[in-house]
């Protein structure tokens, strides 16, 4: 009787430690969230030729185990470089397993498909 209960925290204890990396490295960049309060936070990408820093939202998202991250991309960063970065730190938060939304002067970017 108890044996299913145990094996059902195990497997929530296990989901929720995975579930809580807030790096990703990639073989040319790394992504990075950093929060400031439950909902405000940072998005950090660095690569050989790039670092830069994204203000964020962190919310619900439409599941429990996955957390929607809103990121803004600052009209600064160069036409030439905003695509690539875009889609790297895409990449990352959804490695990061977070639902995500990236936007630029009001335009949606990228956002994750679930």
């Known amino acids: 009787m108890w044996i299913p209960l145990l094996v059902l925290l195990i497997v929530l204890i296990v989901l ?17 969230i950093s ?48 695509g690539k970065v875009a889609s790297d730190v895409a990449l990352g938060l959804g490695r990061l397993r977070y639902e995500y939304r990236i936007y630029r002067n009001n335009e949606v970017l990228a956002r994750s498909d679930r």
């Open 35 to 82: 929060t400031i309060s439950r909902e405000e936070g940072y998005v950090k990408y660095a690569s050989s030729k790039k670092q830069a820093e994204f203000r964020a939202f962190i919310g619900r998202g439409r599941s429990f185990f996955r957390p929607l991250i809103v990121v803004t991309v600052p009209a600064e960063l160069t036409q030439e470089d905003f």
């Open 16 to 32: 929720l430690a995975r579930g809580s990396r807030s790096t990703v490295r990639f073989a040319d960049f790394s992504v990075t």
